[in-house]
């Protein structure tokens, strides 16, 4: 059962795909009912030391405080509605917990439980409230927190005051990269079980030889909601940014108490301690997010510390909070689900390596990664299942999410692509602390992030059965459906569908496995290894709404489809971003092939970056009946990490091959694939030699050979 609240007024039922699905409604705030903010810092920095500190593989310990930690709180509302928001910095803190501390303030406010998103900043320089890995909970500290946390919601509910809120988004990409990178096929690592399983992992280095790109794309969004007085004076504020963390000396706040502080002068002129404003710094969705972005070079020096750091954030939510339009009683309401999930439980013969590797430890503390993952396996085996709490809440026509998960950046893009507010803002580590979600074509690519554990350890359907639920969530506070998602129609766009082609796949999907034709229904297939929503090609011509266009990118699986109507005379136009190094393998990627699936030898007819054995870099167009090949190549060496325009133009034994609009390599190259063989493959050959390794994008085929002037 999924159990979704709201409010306490009235109740119904109703099922859903034989879920059964409980809600209490209380109506939303009418439009003249006033609304009211009450915020407030509360001190939670430990008072007995050392301390336990989470956030590392092994236990590690602090006896000194290096900057004050805090409860950040917000209770907003009406007379007929409250809620509380509260940021605090922590790592992350278990359900357990927060239900306590939450019990405690809803006996002392009257606030419902339900009402109430408690987050966690996820710095890893602060105590350890969760036992994961191979920390424990402080045993001193949680008791010291439950209580904090309960007295930080009584008194900002003692201190609610008429006010105005308003919000705006800005940009902060130059702040924020991908920390996890797939890997080239050959350079796999092991996973803490001694097999080579990890295809993707994290923090590769700058340009590393060893990866291929980035598994997914960052969210730059910097969303900052402020709240003022009726005649004006700042009152809180509330920013929310997808950064994992910066790094900081143990005990301290880390970039998110820097933020908070800073942002406080600027906005008040007075130091946080003097003034009663307050602001706070949530963690976004960054499951899959570092500030390293490791696409460019390395640098001969750091480009920031921590302060400069925080200081280009301040000032991107500065110039963001002066766009701000405020508005005075807005609509608010919340809603919670409680989903249930399994572990990824360990097999029996995981089962028996765990209890033969936790046999041979001395004492209670893990020494290595291995004995830490064997520890997981065995209390993930007694663990079973869970149940997680979901929440939505809505001020107007903005959308606050809280998951207790680490997001990656790609879930928390899809909830506010389709979410029905104009404004969607995720808090991640929300109301508990139950690992990481990454989307289920992640699971296949392993790594640190997929290995079964408390930090990681939820079923592989997770992440979308959250995503659903969330919108949901999302729905119903709203009043409204889920927005439906159509690219816009960029010129270049428009120029290739003049052009009708019979399959035109723009492959910005979310996820896979269906590649939708935009112009004439025949859709593809991802197959298992693609991950998606990358940044694309020429956003400013293949999008008319000034965002990114996107696309997949290759790890080892291929995009595929039957087109039966193909013929002798056929045209390819692509996109492609190169992931592998050209001398790393005999050929460095096929980008498209056309013959029967897993024919022996490859017999077909293909197009692709020449490797080690010949034509390093270079186009290479081919037909090969399995024992001779015929070939032309072109002459420019393409370079890695970059995007190119790609038409193949056959006509008869005659081809042409086009790069970035001009003429590159042509000759005669007699077809050894049948006129009716519609199977075609993009990123990968169709036996499944040297698939592409890397970004393929705006894929459109013509059942004619494009002229030579349609060709540029």
């Given at each position: 059962e999924i159990f979704i609240t709201i409010g306490v007024d009235s109740m119904f039922r109703f099922s859903i795909n034989l879920i059964t699905v409980v809600l209490i409604f209380s109506s939303i705030s009418p439009l003249w009912a006033e609304f009211r903010l009450g915020a407030i810092v509360e001190d939670i920095t430990p008072e007995v030391l050392p301390v336990l500190i989470n956030g590392g593989m092994l236990s590690r310990s602090a006896d000194e405080i290096h900057t004050p930690i805090h409860a950040r709180t917000f209770v907003i509302g009406n007379e007929d509605e409250r809620m509380a928001i509260v940021i605090v910095d922590s790592c992350m803190m278990p359900r357990d917990l927060l239900d306590e501390a939450k019990r405690r303030a809803s006996e002392r406010t009257g606030i419902p439980i339900?009402?109430?998103?408690?987050s966690a900043t996820h710095a890893h320089s602060v105590p350890s409230t969760f036992a994961v890995l191979g920390t424990e909970a402080d045993a001193n500290y949680v008791p010291f927190l439950i209580e904090k946390l309960a007295d930080a919601i009584t008194k900002a509910a003692e201190r609610m005051v008429p006010a105005r809120v308003g919000w705006a988004v800005g940009d902060a990409a130059d702040y924020t990269a991908v920390r996890r990178w797939v890997r080239r096929p050959d350079r796999m690592q092991l996973d803490p079980f001694g097999n080579r399983t990890a295809r993707a992992n994290m923090h590769p280095g700058y340009r590393s030889l060893d990866a291929t790109?980035?598994?997914g794309p960052i969210d730059p969004d910097l969303s900052v909601i402020a709240f003022q007085s009726l005649s004006g004076e700042p009152l809180a504020l509330l920013a929310n940014f997808s950064m994992h963390y910066y790094g900081a000396p143990s005990v301290g706040a880390d970039y998110f108490g820097l933020f908070s502080e800073k942002i406080t002068e600027k906005i008040t002129g007075q130091k946080s301690s003097q003034t009663g404003f307050v602001a706070a710094m949530s963690q976004g969705t960054s499951g899959d997010i570092y500030l390293r972005d490791y696409l460019k070079p390395e640098p001969d020096e750091p480009p920031h510390d921590i302060s400069s750091y925080t200081d280009a954030l301040v000032e991107i939510a500065l110039g963001t909070y002066r766009r701000i339009e405020y508005q005075e009683n807005p609509p608010v309401a919340m809603a919670e689900a409680k989903l249930p999930l399994r572990y990824r439980i360990p097999d029996k013969q995981r089962l028996h390596w765990a209890w033969s590797v936790v046999s041979q430890i001395g004492g209670d503390t893990s020494k290595d990664r291995t004995q830490v993952y064997a520890r997981e396996a065995i209390i993930l085996d007694k663990l079973q299942e869970t149940e997680i709490i979901l929440q939505a809440l809505r001020i107007g026509d903005l959308g606050i999410t809280a998951m207790p998960n680490e997001v990656y950046a790609l879930t928390g893009l899809k909830l506010k692509a389709w979410s029905p507010f104009s404004t969607t803002v995720n808090i991640e580590l929300a109301n508990g602390a139950e690992g990481y979600i990454p989307?289920?074509?992640?699971?296949?690519?392993?790594g640190y992030n997929t290995w079964p554990a408390r930090s990681a350890g939820l079923e592989v359907e997770a992440e979308p059965k959250i995503v659903e639920t969330v919108l949901s969530l999302l729905e119903t506070v709203a009043g409204k459906p889920r927005r439906p998602i159509k690219l816009p129609d960029g010129p270049a766009v428009q120029a290739t569908k003049k052009l009708s082609p019979l399959v035109y796949w723009r492959m910005d999907e979310f996820n896979g496995p269906r590649i939708e034709d935009?112009?004439?229904?025949?859709?593809?297939v991802y197959e298992s290894g693609v991950v998606y929503y990358l940044d694309g090609p020429r956003s400013d011509l293949y999008r008319d709404d000034g965002k990114l266009n996107r696309s997949p990118h290759f790890a080892g699986g291929r995009a595929r489809a039957y087109i039966e109507e193909l013929g002798t005379n056929y045209s390819i136009s692509l996109w492609f971003w190169n992931g592998m190094p050209n001398n790393a393998r005999e050929v460095t990627g096929y980008l498209f092939s056309r013959g029967h699936d897993y024919a022996f030898g490859g017999a077909g007819e293909h197009l692709a970056i020449g490797g080690n054995s010949g034509n390093t870099g270079r186009?290479?167009?081919?037909?090969s009946d399995g024992k001779e090949e015929v070939a032309v190549s072109g002459k420019q060496v393409i370079e890695r990490w970059t995007w190119n325009?790609?038409?193949l133009v056959r006509e008869g034994a005659r081809v042409r091959i086009y790069l970035n609009g001009q003429l590159e390599a042509e000759g005669n190259v007699p077809s050894s694939v049948a006129a009716n063989v519609g199977q075609i493959f993009v990123g990968g050959r169709n036996d499944s030699?040297?698939?592409?390794?890397?970004?393929?994008?705006?894929?459109?085929?013509?059942?004619r050979a494009l002229s030579n002037d349609e060709a540029i």
């Open positions: 339900e009402n109430m998103l408690i790109g980035p598994a989307p289920p074509e992640q699971h296949l690519l392993g935009s112009v004439r229904h025949t859709d593809g186009i290479v167009f081919s037909s325009h790609l038409l030699f040297s698939n592409f390794e890397g970004r393929v994008d705006e894929v459109a085929i013509f059942d």
